[in-house]
């Protein structure tokens, strides 16, 4: 199976901030890489897919980068909204796998 | 509007067999490439990916629980179904409901049954 790892589990910023939240998978996964956004008590949502691809109605400040075993997701000017936990996924070869979750803490 | 909708049991006791159901409207699977199955979380925990059936019936199942789940679909009534035999408390999760259309991410989720395995 492919790992997934998202290194922080935690990530403070200031609304305004630029941050980015990386995910390393144990094996080249060729830019299949999705991220999702879990707000408390709600289900995840996706944000991008094939690594940079923005998701209908997401909004421009979420991009997307990364190629081989190395990505990012980066929110160029944080809102308060943000506030959430990020999940990469390696939607490459089954099983289908996920990082452990970098949960964004606005300060 | 693509909409996905749970429905399972709330509680059930060790060793049953856990029934889910999730109804979709807004597509078809039978449509080439479309794709329905369930992601699992645990309270505070992370996600994990289960099993998905496409439209042609191929299914594919996580390999450490394959041996416990069947996946299946009613195409006409836009449902589908997963079991998981012989349930432990570690199955004690909020199960969700996905969609994926072609490449494999989940670009639509359902809002989530929670089940709790318990004596």
């Known amino acids: 199976d492919i790992v997934m790892t998202q290194s922080h589990k935690f990530m403070s910023t200031s609304v305004g901030d630029r941050v980015s939240i990386t995910c390393k998978a144990s094996q080249d996964v060729s830019t299949a890489v999705a991220w999702y956004q879990q707000k408390p008590g709600q289900s995840p949502k996706l944000l991008i897919y094939w690594a940079s691809t923005r998701h209908t109605g997401v909004p421009d400040r979420f991009t997307g980068s990364g190629s081989g075993t190395d990505y990012t997701l980066t929110i160029s000017s944080v809102q308060a909204e943000d506030l959430a936990l990020y999940y990469c996924?390696?939607?490459?070869?089954?099983?289908?796998?996920f990082g452990s979750g970098t949960k964004l803490e606005i300060k | 509007q693509v909409t996905l909708k749970e429905s399972g049991p709330g509680i059930l006791q060790p060793s049953q067999t856990l029934s889910l159901t999730c109804s979709f409207s807004?597509?078809?699977?039978?449509?080439?490439?479309?794709?329905v199955g369930w992601i699992r979380q645990p309270s505070g925990k992370g996600l994990e990916w289960l099993a998905h059936?496409?439209?042609?019936?191929?299914?594919y199942y996580i390999p450490v629980l394959k041996s416990r789940l069947t996946i299946s679909k009613d195409t006409s009534n836009n449902q589908v179904f997963l079991k998981i035999a012989s349930v432990v408390t570690a199955d004690t999760a909020t199960y969700y409901c996905t969609r994926i259309y072609y490449a494999n991410y989940f670009d639509i989720w359902g809002a989530g049954t929670t089940v709790t395995v318990s004596s």
């Open positions: 807004g597509f078809s699977l039978s449509t080439s490439g479309m794709s």
């Open positions: 059936i496409w439209w042609n019936d191929d299914k």
């Open positions: 996924q390696q939607h490459h070869i089954t099983p289908f796998t």
